[in-house]
């Protein structure tokens, strides 16, 4: 049996391939019989320069049809796909490209000077670049290549792509992905939200994060569906486009800025029938307010690059606001105390997660591969969280992020909601700081809303959440942005904020 992913997702190609896979934000289309060729065609090119099964390919461009193309021809010929985030800078390169050792790095034409030299510095041999309208080294090299057909024989467990984490606690780790591992899950995610042909995704998700590639893609392909393939979010043009979509997927911030649009409304959602919210939590009030705005309810998920997709709220049933539902088709998770022990309803622990989503571990990292598994084979995701009695699952926040307040520990997310549910008041984002009597003292951000009949001062806030919660989780120190620091995925950078707070005097 093919357990090659590229050879199941071409199993799954629409019989007539002249069928169109994707459009580009200009209108130039790809069917699935020119992704096909386009495929071997790049295959061909990256064997004529020497590539291995198993070598590493390291991949930082612009989105484009072609960068799909290029990840396609990395599973087909049985490389290692490894996608580095558009914002990372020399240092952050020049430390994945020694991790990583792969045998080619493809990056932008006009950073093939700086990015170029960090890759030869680190000892990578061989460097292709490739530009988001298609020039550059790499597609002269496949329009010269002699295509290759047939895809490379792989086992499940055979590496596809190595992502690496974000790195804001440390060095950044490699997760090691499977064949196994992304065709359980694309397969999960198309029974849990009855992908089909007839499916059009409006794609304006990155590709060098899970959720654009192995989330949008993967339902896209292993369904035989198409896109609208939009180099990046913009609230504009996703608005133009989204009256042809079925599908769309966002981060959290991108309902935010389509809810600001003066024309958004039922009107532009005619045709969806899904729209699928991850990568950072999804603020109730978000959830409401789009539903009220739109007529539509937002379906959450919870997943990380580890595990891809672990949770999905219900596409025929209920979807609760903060909560990230149920588990996927094939994958069990439990809340467990800090020596693994099952909890029950209600209970808060760590969020665990067992099946065949889970990642092979770390990147030659023996050790931290083996400090994220359990003795009984749980992979440990550092979540905190709770399970209802209906058994949907609801996140409370990092195990790192825990504040530990005078002996009592406090979930940022408790206070946050709180916080949020305060006039005036935007979103929040609570952390711990230093605090010589407490050991940690609470701390809140926030960004107050435009246009609010009220604008909450400090006082205001400590004592709104005194009113509603224990006095040892109000806030200490509140301060006032004009946007919370994320990261390329829409995710708070608590990090940033906790720096930002040290640095300060009171």
């Known amino acids: 049996m093919a357990h090659n992913l590229y050879s199941l997702f071409r199993a799954r190609f629409p019989e007539d391939r002249r069928k ?63 996608p580095i985030n558009t914002a990372y800078q020399e240092g952050e390169l020049s430390y994945l490209f020694a991790d990583a050792e792969p045998a080619l790095a493809v990056i932008r034409p006009e950073l093939a ?26 597609m002269q090299a496949a329009a010269a290549a002699d295509p290759v057909a047939e895809p490379c024989p792989r086992a499940p467990d055979d590496l596809a792509a190595l992502l690496y984490s974000s ?19 694309a397969a999960a995610l198309v029974q849990a939200w009855d992908f089909r042909p007839s499916d059009h995704l409006l794609h304006a ?31 504009a043009t996703v608005l133009r486009f989204l009256p042809e979509a079925t599908v769309f997927m966002g981060v959290p911030t991108y309902y935010t800025r389509l809810l600001a649009e003066p024309r958004f409304g039922p009107e532009a959602c005619r045709g969806v029938r899904l729209f699928v919210s991850g990568s950072a939590p999804l603020l109730p009030e978000t959830f409401h307010r789009f539903r009220e705005a739109t007529g539509h309810t ?18 025929q049933g209920e979807r609760v606001a903060a909560s990230v539902g149920l588990p996927l088709p094939g994958i069990t998770l439990r809340i467990a105390d800090a020596e693994n022990r099952p909890l029950g309803e209600e209970e808060i622990g760590e969020i665990q997660v067992r099946g065949p989503n889970v990642c092979r571990g770390y990147w030659r990292n023996a050790q931290k591969t083996a400090e994220a598994f359990t003795a009984d084979g749980w992979f440990r995701t550092g979540d905190l969280g709770r399970r209802d009695a209906r058994g949907y699952y609801f996140i409370v926040g990092r195990a790192k992020d ?34 010589p009597d407490f050991g940690e003292a609470v701390a809140a951000i926030l960004v107050r809303r435009d246009g609010a009949a009220t604008d909450p001062d400090e006082a205001t806030v400590i004592r709104h959440v005194k009113e509603r919660l224990a006095n040892f989780k109000a806030p200490k120190r509140v301060r006032f942005l004009r946007e919370l620091p994320r990261n390329a995925m829409g995710k708070v950078e608590k990090a940033e904020l906790r720096r930002m707070l040290a640095g300060e005097s009171r």
């Open 113 to 138: 000077g700086p990015v170029g030299a960090s890759a030869r510095a680190a000892g990578v041999p061989d460097l292709l670049t490739l530009g988001q309208d298609g020039e550059g080294t790499l």
């Open 20 to 82: 169109r896979l994707l459009t580009d934000e200009r209108g130039r289309t790809l069917s699935y019989g020119e992704a096909e060729a386009a495929v071997a065609r790049m295959m061909g090119a990256l064997r004529s320069r020497g590539l291995q099964p198993g070598d590493r390919v390291s991949v930082q461009v612009e989105k484009s049809p072609d960068l799909l193309i290029l990840y396609l021809a990395c599973l087909a010929g049985g490389f290692v796909f490894h």
């Open 402 to 435: 825990v504040i530990i307040s005078g002996g009592l520990n406090v979930y940022p997310k408790e206070v946050e909601e709180c916080i949020d549910a305060l006039e005036g008041v935007a979103e929040s984002a609570v952390v711990g700081i230093p605090d």
């Open 167 to 185: 790195g804001t606690t440390g060095k950044p780790k490699g997760a090691m992905l499977t064949h196994g591992n992304l065709a359980s899950n």
């Open 298 to 315: 937002v379906l959450e998920r919870y997943g990380m690059t580890e595990t891809l997709m672990n949770s999905s709220n219900p596409l």
């Open 205 to 235: 998700l990155p590709l060098f994060h899970a959720h654009g590639l192995f989330v949008g893609v993967s339902c896209t392909l292993y369904s035989g569906a198409s896109m609208r393939f939009l180099p990046r979010f913009d609230a």
